[in-house]
């Protein structure tokens, strides 16, 4: 389970990285659960429900003569926000509930994400974003005792790792804006079956490439879970947190 990951703390790299504007304050580097982060959704009303692979072409007539051009392609507009670390599902009652909750609410299964009472309504709803980071953290037991390991890219480059977002309102318009990291099997992956408790499955985070994220975003419900798969071995590096 990813409970710990590295934000970013060079303002270059949301731009670079993600096309958006970096905060004016860059936050915490270490981020745990209830802890705030950022992360990246569409701005309402600017996604297209589907993102064509190819750019548009002129459009001939039967002579094949171009009769007209199709209007160019505004791609959505994304939006950086910032929102607490673990989920609080819009149906939690109190704040102190939303408390509780949302320690054990830093991930959520893509294999139940449709179905599961705590993160139904958010992936149902569209309500998909990408949580910029340096690096994400797992315990290595080989050793025989837990030692906290850093996981990146091998290139050094920020990754855009897939999450559900919510909005809770409680008592007195009390907010609480909330994510989570979507996780897969890593029984099988080259390097983080290594890592977590033995005897126990692997999970690692959703990481996104660069050119799905829109898609990714913008997808209807069952196109996104396509986007659900391990992130290459050879893509990625391990080191001991220090």
């Not at 996780?183 to 050119?211: C, D, F, W």
């Not at 069952?222 to 080191?239: I, T």
Request: glycine share 8%; net charge neutral.
């Amino acid at each position: 389970m990813s409970t710990h990951y590295e934000s970013l703390q060079q303002s270059a790299a949301y731009l670079d990285g993600f096309n958006v504007q970096a905060p004016l304050e860059l936050g915490a580097k270490d981020i745990w659960p209830r802890k705030p982060g950022f992360f990246i959704r569409h701005v309402p009303g600017t996604a297209a429900p589907n993102l064509p692979e190819e750019p548009a072409q002129p459009l001939p007539d039967a002579q094949g003569e171009v009769i007209a051009t199709p209007p160019e392609l505004v791609l959505p507009q994304r939006s950086l926000c910032v929102g607490q670390f673990g989920l609080v599902p819009a149906w939690v009652k109190s704040a102190s509930d939303a408390k509780l909750r949302s320690t054990k609410l830093v991930n959520a299964r893509h294999e139940t994400v449709t179905t599961s009472n705590n993160f139904r309504v958010a992936w149902l709803s569209g309500q998909r974003c990408i949580v910029p980071m340096m690096a994400f953290f797992e315990d290595d037991y080989r050793p025989g005792k837990a030692v906290p390991t850093r996981i990146s890219r091998i290139d050094g480059k920020p990754m855009g790792a897939a999450g559900v977002w919510c909005r809770w309102v409680g008592a007195g318009d009390e907010e609480i804006i909330s994510f989570t990291l979507l996780t897969v099997n890593a029984n099988s992956h080259a390097l983080m079956h290594r890592y977590q408790n033995p005897g126990s499955e692997k999970r690692m985070p959703v990481i996104l490439s660069e050119g799905a994220y829109d898609a990714y975003l913008s997808a209807r419900p069952e196109k996104a879970k396509e986007f659900m798969r391990p992130f290459g071995a050879e893509r990625l590096r391990a080191n001991p947190w220090e």
